[in-house]
C-alpha cells in the first residue's frame, strides 16, 4: 500500500508551508507528495481574510518542490482543465518532470468548482462543455507527448485545434502518470479507460469505491484494455492520534470532530487508520491519499509513517 501526503494550500498556506511538510513527507518516506489545483478557500470561511495569505498555482508550486525535493513523487489531485490550454498545460507539466528529474504525475479533472471562476475571470462552461473540453485535452496532452522527436502534431477538435506544433518539451519519464478520479459512472470509466494510468476515488465510503471501480473496469473491458494495468487509489482525510486525547486535539485543529471523521475519514488511532485502510484494500485500493489539513503539524505526518506504515 503507497501512502501519499495530500494537501489543499487554497485553504491558507505559502510556499515555504509547503515544502517543510513536503520535506518531512519525504523524510518519512512516503511514496509522493500531492496537492490540490484551486485558487479560492473552501468552507465556511470565505470571507475576504479567509485562506490567508491567498492561493499558489499549483504547477508553480510543484516546479519549486522539483528542485527542494530529491526522491518525493510530486503531483496534482487534481489540476482543472479549465484553467489552462492542453498545449500549455503539456509544456509546464513536462518541464517540472524535466526539473524533477522525472518524478511527476498528473491528476486531470473537468473542473467543478464554479466560486473560484467567477473570482479569478476564468471562463465556466456547463458539465457537457467541461467534459468534452476535459477529453480533448487528455487527448492533446498525450498526443503532444506521444509525438516522436522531429516530427509535428496536429489536433482538429471541436474545441481545441493545433497545427504544426513541435510538440516539445518532452517530459523526463517515457509516460508521466495520469491520474482520472471521480464519482461520475459513464464519461469518467470510459476517460479512465482511454488516457489514465491511475483511478481515485475521493472522499468515498468503501461500497461506493468498489462499485466505481467496477464500472472503471467494464469500461476498460470495453475499450479492449487490460484493467489490472491501472492503479486504483482512495483519498481520505486524516487524523490520527496514539490515544483519544491526540485525536480530539487533531480534530478541532481542523474544525472537525472525532466521530464524524472516524465515519467519513482515516480517523483514530493508528490500529483504527490501519484497519479502515485494510477494507479499502479489500476493495481493491493500492494507494491512498491522506488528505492533511493541517499543514503546520508535521508531527502527525511523521506519526503515520512510523506507526501505520510499518502495519501495512
Same mark, same amino acid.
Given at each position: 500500500?503507497?501512502?501519499?501526503?495530500? @494537501?489543499?494550500?487554497?485553504?491558507?498556506? @505559502?510556499? $515555504?508551508?509547503?515544502?517543510?511538510?513536503?520535506?518531512?513527507?519525504?523524510?518519512?518516506?512516503?511514496?509522493?507528495?500531492?496537492?490540490?489545483?484551486?485558487?479560492?478557500?473552501?468552507?465556511?470561511?470565505?470571507?475576504?481574510?479567509a485562506g490567508l495569505p491567498g492561493p499558489? $498555482?499549483?504547477?508553480?508550486?510543484?516546479?519549486?518542490?522539483?528542485?527542494?525535493?530529491?526522491?518525493?513523487?510530486?503531483? @496534482?489531485?487534481?489540476?482543472?482543465?479549465?484553467?489552462?490550454?492542453?498545449?500549455?498545460?503539456?509544456? %509546464?507539466?513536462?518541464?517540472? $518532470? %524535466?526539473?524533477?528529474?522525472?518524478?511527476?504525475?498528473?491528476?486531470?479533472?473537468?473542473?467543478?468548482?464554479?466560486?473560484?471562476?467567477?473570482?479569478?475571470?476564468?471562463?465556466?462552461?456547463?458539465?457537457?462543455?467541461?467534459?468534452?473540453?476535459?477529453?480533448?485535452?487528455?487527448?492533446?496532452?498525450?498526443?503532444?507527448?506521444?509525438?516522436?522527436?522531429?516530427?509535428?502534431?496536429?489536433?482538429?477538435?471541436?474545441?481545441?485545434?493545433?497545427?504544426?506544433?513541435?510538440?516539445?518539451?518532452?517530459?523526463?519519464?517515457?509516460?508521466?502518470?495520469?491520474?482520472?478520479?471521480?464519482?461520475?459512472?459513464?464519461?469518467?470509466?470510459?476517460?479512465?479507460?482511454?488516457?489514465?494510468?491511475?483511478?481515485?476515488?475521493?472522499?468515498?465510503?468503501?461500497?461506493?469505491?468498489?462499485? %466505481?471501480?467496477?464500472?472503471?473496469?467494464?469500461?476498460?473491458?470495453?475499450?479492449?484494455?487490460?484493467?489490472?494495468?491501472?492503479?486504483?487509489?482512495?483519498?481520505?482525510?486524516?487524523?490520527?492520534? %496514539?490515544?483519544?486525547?491526540?485525536?480530539?486535539?487533531?480534530?478541532?485543529?481542523?474544525?472537525?470532530?472525532?466521530?464524524?471523521?472516524?465515519?467519513?475519514?482515516?480517523?483514530?488511532?493508528?490500529?483504527?487508520?490501519?484497519?479502515?485502510?485494510?477494507?479499502?484494500?479489500?476493495?481493491?485500493? @493500492?494507494?491512498?491519499?491522506?488528505?492533511?489539513?493541517?499543514?503546520?503539524?508535521?508531527?502527525?505526518?511523521?506519526?503515520?509513517?512510523?506507526?501505520?506504515?510499518?502495519?501495512?
Open positions: 500500500m503507497d501512502l501519499r501526503i495530500f @494537501t489543499e494550500p487554497q485553504q491558507g498556506a @505559502t510556499y $515555504d508551508d509547503l515544502l517543510r511538510l513536503a520535506v518531512a513527507a519525504e523524510d518519512a518516506g512516503y511514496d509522493a507528495f500531492f496537492r490540490s489545483d484551486h485558487y479560492l478557500v473552501m468552507g465556511e470561511s470565505t470571507g475576504p481574510e499558489t $498555482d499549483a504547477w508553480t508550486t510543484l516546479a519549486g518542490l522539483a528542485r527542494d525535493t530529491t526522491r518525493i513523487r510530486l503531483g @496534482t489531485l487534481v489540476t482543472s482543465a479549465t484553467f489552462r490550454h492542453p498545449g500549455v498545460l503539456a509544456i %509546464q507539466v513536462a518541464q517540472v $518532470d %524535466q526539473m524533477s528529474g522525472g518524478r511527476v504525475e498528473l491528476g486531470l479533472g473537468a473542473g467543478w468548482y464554479e466560486a473560484e471562476h467567477t473570482a479569478y475571470g476564468i471562463p465556466f462552461p456547463g458539465m457537457r462543455e467541461r467534459f468534452d473540453r476535459f477529453g480533448e485535452k487528455l487527448a492533446v496532452i498525450t498526443g503532444l507527448w506521444s509525438t516522436p522527436v522531429g516530427e509535428t502534431f496536429d489536433h482538429h477538435g471541436e474545441h481545441f485545434q493545433l497545427k504544426d506544433s513541435p510538440a516539445l518539451p518532452k517530459p523526463e519519464q517515457r509516460r508521466v502518470p495520469i491520474i482520472i478520479g471521480g464519482t461520475g459512472k459513464k464519461r469518467t470509466p470510459e476517460l479512465t479507460a482511454r488516457y489514465a494510468t491511475e483511478f481515485n476515488v475521493p472522499f468515498q465510503p468503501v461500497d461506493a469505491a468498489r462499485a %466505481q471501480f467496477g464500472r472503471v473496469r467494464e469500461a476498460c473491458a470495453a475499450a479492449g484494455r487490460d484493467a489490472d494495468e491501472l492503479t486504483y487509489s482512495a483519498a481520505l482525510v486524516l487524523c490520527c492520534g %496514539q490515544d483519544e486525547a491526540e485525536v480530539a486535539r487533531r480534530a478541532a485543529a481542523i474544525g472537525r470532530a472525532p466521530a464524524e471523521l472516524r465515519e467519513n475519514g482515516l480517523a483514530g488511532t493508528p490500529d483504527e487508520v490501519v484497519a479502515k485502510i485494510g477494507a479499502y484494500a479489500e476493495a481493491g485500493v @493500492t494507494r491512498f491519499y491522506l488528505q492533511v489539513l493541517d499543514i503546520g503539524d508535521l508531527e502527525h505526518v511523521v506519526a503515520v509513517a512510523a506507526r501505520v506504515a510499518p502495519q501495512l
